[in-house]
């Protein structure tokens, strides 16, 4: 850059020539470039991706005892206002997406920190079905907070390290990186981490795809469950409590090895007169797979592959009571559903048919809740694998 007057005082800008001669003002020159890079390091705008413990760590970092704010780093809840990711937490391959996608609508130029071990790798999780080993494996990863979960002294630390790598970047020089083959070789996720040269090339496009909102024949909806065969003529549940009832559906003694299993056909008819009976909180809605030759009783050659799905009802008030039963289905057998009696069924249906398959006929939405789309199979059945892979994440 050139200088506005040389020491001889052969060149003089007007401007500069004021600014000298003003009492009381000092005025110095820099470098351009210099004072970029000073600005940009020093005004690091963080997207927050917390998603589990990191977070809480996260938000201690920005509190009085460390105050990153003394930085210039500046939390933004929106990514086009942000530069810097700290993506702080486990990330599942049905969050991964929408972080791609969150991590795209950022402007450049942009940084990522991965803050944590399930971050960097998974961690506990990572050969789980649903979690991703390690964010490098769909986004760019700059610089790595490694703890369980790191403080906030560490995360300081990382940004520290990455004002660094940035003024390096500026002067045009590659940051140095701190490798240890063996230990990359141990820690080799999955799916090979962006820049890993047995990387496929059209992975990075799969992800991208994949961070699409899929469209409606994509999706896999299960509207259309109805009952098999004829309702059966049923008479209507009289009695005034709950022993009652259950004597009414020939339940004669509750068992000793689980809730007590009720016709399959008279469930709605019982949970709509329990209801009636002050029985208006729905606490839970949890199914069980029970592969061919187990069941409640342990191994037994006689029973066949079913389904236990448990309800609980809870009456509200002093002196509250819990009212608690099951029916048995066969699988691809449905059960009605009981989101027209308790909204919180709809919700909790919805689990148990996204983890474990059971179909609830008559729900209004009845479809994936905590897995992607595409997801194949149900993890909660007995004879899935743990460490599944679900492309193009793991």
């Known amino acids: 850059?050139?200088?506005?007057?040389?020491?001889?005082?052969?060149?003089?800008?007007?401007?500069?020539?004021?600014?000298?001669?003003?009492?009381?003002l000092t005025v110095g020159t820099a470098v351009l470039d210099d004072l970029l890079t000073w600005s940009l390091k020093n005004a690091l705008w963080i997207f927050p991706m917390a998603t589990s413990c990191c977070g809480i760590e996260f938000m201690a970092?920005?509190?009085?005892?460390?105050?990153?704010?003394?930085?210039?780093?500046?939390?933004?809840?929106?990514?086009?206002?942000?530069d810097v990711m700290v993506v702080a937490g486990t990330i599942t391959t049905k969050m991964a997406p929408r972080v791609l996608k969150l991590w795209e609508q950022?402007?450049?130029?942009?940084?990522?920190?991965?803050?944590?071990?399930?971050?960097?790798?998974?961690?506990?999780?990572?050969n789980l079905y649903s979690v991703v080993p390690g964010v490098d494996t769909f986004l760019p990863v700059d610089?790595?907070?490694?703890?369980?979960?790191?403080?906030?002294?560490?995360l300081m630390h990382g940004m520290m390290r990455l004002q660094e790598k940035i003024e390096l970047q500026r002067k045009g020089q590659v940051p140095p990186r701190e490798t240890r083959p063996e230990v990359l070789k141990i820690t080799q996720p999955s799916v090979p981490r962006l820049g890993d040269p047995t990387r496929p090339v059209e992975q990075s496009e799969l992800q991208t795809q994949a961070s699409s909102d899929p469209t409606d024949d994509e999706r896999t909806l299960a509207l259309d469950v109805a009952p098999t065969g004829p309702a059966p003529e049923l008479a209507p549940l009289t009695a005034p409590d709950f022993e009652g009832l259950l004597k009414e559906l020939g339940v004669a003694e509750l068992p000793k090895d689980g809730p007590p299993l009720i016709p399959l056909e008279q469930h709605l008819a019982l949970a709509r007169k329990l209801k009636s009976l002050g029985y208006r909180q729905l606490v839970t809605i949890a199914a069980t797979h029970w592969p061919a030759g187990k069941g409640r009783k342990g191994a037994d050659a006689a029973e066949v592959e079913h389904f236990e799905i448990v309800y609980a009802l809870r009456t509200i008030g002093a002196g509250s009571r819990v009212a608690t039963w099951a029916v048995r289905v066969l699988p691809g057998q449905p059960v009605l559903t009981l989101s027209g009696v308790f909204a919180g069924a709809d919700w909790q249906e919805r689990e148990q048919y996204d983890l474990l398959g059971v179909t609830f006929a008559g729900h209004p939405d009845l479809r994936r809740l905590m897995l992607t789309e595409n997801f194949q199979g149900h993890p909660l059945r007995r004879e899935f694998p743990s460490d599944a892979h679900a492309a193009p994440w793991r």
């Open 106 to 126: 950022m402007p450049e130029p942009k940084w990522c920190i991965a803050m944590g071990s399930c971050a960097i790798s998974g961690d506990f999780y990572r």
């Open 1 to 24: 850059m050139n200088r506005l007057s040389d020491d001889a005082g052969h060149f003089r800008h007007p401007l500069y020539q004021v600014l000298l001669e003003s009492p009381g």
């Open 143 to 154: 610089v790595y907070v490694p703890g369980c979960p790191p403080n906030p002294e560490a």
């Open 61 to 82: 970092t920005a509190a009085s005892r460390v105050d990153m704010d003394r930085m210039g780093v500046i939390v933004r809840a929106s990514p086009r206002h942000a």
